[in-house]
């Protein structure tokens, strides 16, 4: 029998990607998401995606200590709503939230919601970026609860977020602790005032290194991005210009979705869950890793 043959058109995941602008009305928002999961579901989606830190504005464009008051606790408001609302469409859901651990410790944090509205696990955001227009360091305190895939009854989720997108190594790891896909919320874009040029090349690799990711590890990436403009409050950029340009990528980097990168969108995209074990034969990276060389990884720099 062909092998190929074999492993495709087997186990098929449909998921639903939301990419949407956002307002200061978090209510509004929030009822937007609504929404758009209900649309996925509507078109058979049986997991829902949104991006980054989706019920407000992005913050992070200034430092300002009154905007922890964004942060909300886990379990929580979000997790209360979301999960009723995926266990009423019998759905599995990936937030991304502002996590309030205690006082002065806060999290850039996604969490998955079960069928049944339960938290299936959750997942801190390793990598924090101090970049003009995205000052998290100054909210999030780096994630502590390592790169740990989410059982969940569709598959195994190897969930990331955002700025973690550029790293290899947290994509590698959620691949060899047993992620069936990469999952990853997002709000990047461009500085407004940032050459239109520059933008671009800068998108462009931006979905390159994770078309790495799917083909370095023989996984599916599911990346939806906010798009829009939003304004700096302190005035002291022109803001920035979200990307949106979200995408779904299979186990060789092909791309099975694409967003344009101006408008609100949804997208219910089917992947082939069982095409790994089939590329990963013919491909198989992980059979030839040389593990027995790679300590100097562990270094900063090593020169």
């Known amino acids: ?107 850039n944090t996604a969490v998955v919601i079960e069928k049944d509205g339960s938290i299936a696990g959750k997942y801190r955001k390793m990598h924090i970026p101090d970049d003009p227009c995205y000052y998290e360091k100054f909210y999030f305190t780096p994630g502590d609860m390592g790169f740990e895939p989410i059982r969940t ?9 955002c700025w973690d997108q550029w790293y290899p190594e947290a994509a590698r790891l959620m691949a060899l602790n047993g992620a069936e896909i990469l999952i990853y919320p997002t709000a990047i874009g461009g500085v407004a005032s940032d050459d239109k040029a520059e933008q671009k090349m800068q998108m462009e690799a931006w ?63 089917e992947v082939d869950m069982d095409r790994t074990e089939y590329v990963r034969r013919g491909w198989p990276f992980f059979r030839d890793r040389r593990i027995d060389a790679y300590g100097d990884i562990l270094n900063r720099y090593n020169k």
């Not at 779904?248 to 990168?261: K, N, R, V």
Request: proline share 2%.
């Open 1 to 107: 029998m062909d092998m190929l043959n074999k492993y495709k058109n087997m186990r098929k995941l449909k998921i639903g990607m939301i990419q949407q602008s956002c307002s200061a009305d978090i209510e509004s928002n929030i009822a937007k998401l609504k929404q758009n999961i209900r649309k996925c579901a509507e078109q058979g989606a049986e997991l829902v995606v949104l991006q980054e830190l989706h019920n407000s504005l992005y913050f992070c464009q200034v430092e300002d200590a009154k905007l922890c008051d964004l942060a909300e606790p886990i379990p929580g408001r979000s997790t209360s709503e979301f999960g009723a609302l995926a266990k009423e469409l019998s759905i599995v859901i990936v937030l991304s939230l502002f996590e309030r651990r205690t006082a002065g410790i806060y999290h």
């Open 153 to 161: 009854s569709v598959a195994n989720l190897g969930v990331l977020v």
């Open 207 to 269: 979905q390159l290194v994770q078309r790495g990711h799917a083909v370095a590890n023989g996984l599916p990436v599911i990346t939806v991005n906010r798009v829009g403009h939003e304004d700096d409050p302190s005035s002291n950029t022109e803001g920035i210009d979200f990307w949106g340009y979200s995408f779904a990528l299979g186990q060789q980097g092909e791309i099975l979705a694409q967003f344009d990168t101006q408008n609100e969108e949804i997208k219910v995209v």
